[in-house]
C-alpha cells in the first residue's frame, strides 16, 4: 500500500490509506505498550508513557502542519499560484502587439518614476 499518490505536484491520500494510516498508529501504540511492559514498566506505567510518546508525535505532526500552513507551502496555496501564473500567461497572449507594447510602456514608465 502506498500512502500517498501523487497527482502531478499534488499529494493526495485516499480514504483507504487514511484508514490503513489510523490502524497502523493504533498497532504502533500497542506495540509500544507491549514493548515498555516487557522492558519491565507495570501497565499504568505503560499506559502513561505510550500516551506521552504517541501525543508527542502528535503534537509534532500538528507543528509541521502549522509551519506549512505559516509557509503557505500548503496544497490549495500552490494550486492557486499555478492558476494565477497560468491566467495571466493567457491573459498576456491575448493580447495584441498593439497592446503588447502599451503595456511594456507603461511598465517602463512606472519603473522610471519609482527610481
Same mark, same amino acid.
Given at each position: ?16 490509506? &487514511? ?14 505498550? +507491549? ?9 499504568? /506505567?505503560?499506559?502513561? +508513557?505510550? /500516551?506521552?510518546?504517541?501525543? &508527542? ?9 502549522? +509551519?506549512? &500552513? &505559516? ?19 493567457? /491573459?498576456?497572449?491575448?493580447? @495584441?502587439?498593439?497592446? +503588447? ?7 517602463? /514608465?512606472?519603473?522610471? @518614476?519609482?527610481?
Amino acid at each position: 500500500m502506498t500512502p500517498v499518490h501523487t497527482l502531478g505536484a499534488v499529494q493526495r491520500m485516499r480514504r483507504i490509506d &487514511v484508514i490503513g494510516l489510523g490502524l497502523a498508529l493504533l498497532g504502533v501504540g500497542g506495540l509500544l505498550y +507491549w514493548l515498555l511492559q516487557a522492558v519491565g514498566l507495570d501497565g499504568l /506505567q505503560a499506559g502513561f +508513557w505510550t /500516551q506521552v510518546l504517541l501525543m &508527542v508525535g502528535l503534537l509534532g505532526w500538528v507543528a509541521t502542519y502549522a +509551519w506549512r &500552513v &505559516v509557509r503557505k507551502d500548503m496544497t490549495y496555496h500552490r494550486q492557486r499560484e499555478q492558476y494565477d501564473r497560468t491566467w495571466l500567461a493567457h /491573459q498576456i497572449e491575448q493580447l @495584441s502587439p498593439e497592446e +503588447w507594447e502599451r503595456l511594456q510602456q507603461e511598465l517602463e /514608465q512606472a519603473e522610471v @518614476s519609482r527610481d
